[in-house]
């Protein structure tokens, strides 16, 4: 099934990983092909996940049983697995706390960077963006892991946020990642995925 306005299937628009939100009007008045991606925030927002679940079906990829198995493992595990990593994405926005993957995302983003340029640039818009008072997406901090970011900003390291992300990333696997684990979406995640082992053998 594909977007008729950008030509990009619905599923790879689903599993882009790091968008950013965008405004339902822009929606409205159509975005070029070059932005397909600023489209996942609508799309997840009128669908649900068995809906997009019922669109990965006529997909001719998926994770394989292994694949689905070793999620189970471990949040590290799963994280490190592109495909795992988008599902528990959209678990996250079906629970209101996606912020805390896409602020883990961009901490891991923040630690590639060696210019001391680009450190100043990601580390205010990592703080504009998830850290600071009523931010859009601002994630549940104690005052002694925030007061360390902002006091970092005017000369931010590649360990800046490293103690804020530590929190966030044990907050996801004593919380959110269990309750992935058991739920409706993964399950049908490795019986989709056994379907297609079996596909694959006969």
């Known amino acids: ?12 628009m689903a599993f882009t990983d790091c968008v ?14 070059k932005n397909w991606r600023h489209r996942i925030r609508f799309l997840l927002k009128t669908n649900s996940s068995q809906s997009v679940l019922h669109l990965m079906k006529n997909r001719p990829y998926r994770p394989s049983v292994d694949d689905v198995n070793q999620w189970t493992q471990s949040l590290d595990k799963l994280l490190s697995h592109k495909y795992g990593k988008a599902a528990f ?15 883990w995302t961009a901490c891991e983003d923040f630690k590639t960077l060696t210019l001391q340029k680009d450190l100043v640039s990601k580390a205010n818009s990592i703080y504009e963006e998830f850290i600071q008072s009523e931010a859009a997406k601002e994630i549940n901090l104690d ?6 970011i902002i006091q970092s900003l005017h000369a931010p390291t590649a360990t800046s946020f490293q103690a804020a992300q530590k ?17 409706d979406l993964y399950k049908e995640l490795y019986t989709l995925a056994r379907g297609e082992g079996k596909h694959i053998k006969s």
């Open 1 to 12: 099934m594909r977007d008729n306005n950008t030509g990009v299937s619905i599923l790879e």
């Open 20 to 33: 950013k939100p965008t405004e339902l009007s822009a929606d409205k008045k159509g975005m070029k092909k």
């Open 89 to 103: 994405r959209i678990f996250l926005k079906s629970e209101f706390c996606e912020e805390n993957i896409e602020f």
């Open 143 to 148: 005052f002694h892991t925030k007061n360390a």
């Open 167 to 183: 929190k966030v990333y044990s907050l996801m696997e004593n919380n959110s990642y269990p309750r992935f684990i058991h739920s």
